[in-house]
């Protein structure tokens, strides 16, 4: 998610760095308009509310299976259908295949079946170009005998595969009591929101068929009679996941008898649990799966479309949620109004030599105090004494504030309170310490943070046959751990405070041996490492210890011979991988902004180099980034770093990610070079001797 900024808080994280003349090849007049033009495009794209969003661009699933979505639930007639099959068309690759993150090496299996499936239901013939080409392609990798759990669910509810042959998720599950393993408040939040669905079309089993002309047959050239259906197995059945595979199947048998004890009331519990979560925009969890899903089972439990619930979440997609590029629809997993708001507060404040509040930040603030979530969420089965106080990733998603937004909140009012007359500052100071009380209650036990979750962690989880895809779980990462630890400092808190000091103890035992860290909500090294060096500033410690100075010389030596940094998604699978990648402004923005905490005069001369990149490359204000820099699953599983000698095997997951979840957040371009080019201006021109 977001990368700390470098401003100092009290004690010994105010001593001031030793700072050098101007390196050579740094022009001052350029630098200031560079940034100048940056200020303006950001304050011109502010919205009239005092809000900021970019586009979120992920994969084409997301119109895929909202077109399977329509089919299954009956809408006719769409306004926006044409143009989002004409989406999916303009995202075929070359060789016939979708993928997970632009220009990855490999298409996705998954995506590519998904695309495929969505193109039939809307009538186009299996002799048509894109179904050719893509069809010959699914069949040299592997056809659908390589497709995750997901995928097979798509195609379950359109009558392509066997009900009796997916991962069984009993609906019961929602009547396991917090203590219980495997209740649902033990997955994380975004698979939560989709198992309690899904547990209702899983007992249900639902099938709307195709009609006979737009039916997958060609996907099964010997037969359907001759396909294999059941889920694989990796392990022998005296392993783990031999066990659960077993119970699977035990499960699998049990859905379809006339009497199941309680069943229905535990669907009915399911029914009202999903209702509760609708969000005020129509949709649920703020993500595309809980939402889409949720649609899928209350139509199946009778539903109608005009019901206003039903009402409000098809209509939802017509809102904020979808947006129109080159003739297609595209419809958003997420979005990110509040993170984009945080940051690019953030943004201004870097690049602005002398701070003065403005019409512009006033109206951020008062938007951004509006969405501070003071509301139980579901974090509270697990934290009870705490009051509520964080900040969620979107506009509406009451239940769900996470620990990354609340910890960079926390960074810019901090700073922004200090310019407030009493009555603002009474406001501000009010949410911040309702938001770190909060913070510090949602750490978890190993003294690190997760994003929505407090000890989310149960590894066992992760062997179901459903776990698949994604993650299941939300445990700490070093980069959120990181941002608490720099909003922390920046409000004064010290080394020693027993929070901080479990934190900094995390962070160390997380570097990795060579210097960096592991990032979990950004790619990959490079953002995790650009994460904890400004919170190490900004709680004093000194920047020149042994192992600080590793983090900065990986960094210092990942520079391209461009000038800027970049690193690929396909780092998470190939660990020769690291900090290697076509230069990016945000990445560079997050190697600058690290090297721009080290008092050292030995990274000048790649500070120079990067902010040359960044002058270079702007354009009209602002910088173009097609690449993915933002990770919303790695694609483990577990949630958190593994060990990819032991593991990949067992992922069934090469450098396409075809598990994970990668993000293109189209502010990431703008805001973080800001930040980086304000701080290395500071660095060199405010205060040089």
Known sequence: MSVGHVDVGRGAAATPPILPRIPAGLDASTLDRTIDAARRWLIDSQQPEGFWVGVLESNSCMEAQWVLAMHFLGVDHDPKYEKVIRSILREQREDGSWEVYHNAPRGDINTTVECYAALRASGMRPGEE???KARKWIFENGGLKQIRNFTKYWLALIGEW?????????????????????NIYQFASWA?????????????????RLPPDRRLDELFPEGRENFDFSLPRTKGWVSVEGIFLGLDRLLAAYAPLKIKPGREAAIKQCVEWIIKRQEADGAWSGIQPPWIFSLLALRVEGYSLNHPVMRAGLEAFDKHWSYERDGGVYLQASESPVWDTILSMQALFDTKPVFEPSPTLRRAMDWLLKQQIRAWGDWKVYVRDARGGGWAFQRANRFYPDVDDTAVAICVLARLRRFLDEGDRKRVNEAIDLAVEWMLAMQSDNGGWGAFDKNNDKWLLTKIPFADFGELLDPPSVDVTAHVVEALGLLGFSRDHPA?????????????PDGPWFGRWGVNYIYGTAAVLPALQAIGEDM????????????????????????TPASYMDESLRGVGESTPSQTGWALMALCTMRSRDYDDAIRRGVDYLVRTQRDGTWEENQYTGTGFPGYSVGERINLKEMARELRQGIELQRAFMINYNLYRHYFPMMALGRARRRFL????
């Open 130 to 132: 894109p179904l050719v």
């Open 162 to 182: 066997p009900w009796k042959d997916t991962p069984t998720l009993p609906p019961e599950l929602i009547l396991l009591p917090s203590w219980a393993p495997f």
């Open 192 to 208: 939560r929101g989709t198992i309690v669905p899904l547990c209702i079309l899983s007992a249900r089993r639902p099938v709307r």
């Open 500 to 512: 901080v000091a479990r934190a900094l103890r995390y962070i160390r035992e997380e570097q990795e």
């Open 544 to 567: 020149n210890q042994d192992w600080i100075r590793k983090a900065a010389d990986w960094i210092a030596a990942r520079q391209n011979e461009d000038g800027g940094w970049g690193e």
């Open 686 to 689: 405010d205060r040089t001797g």
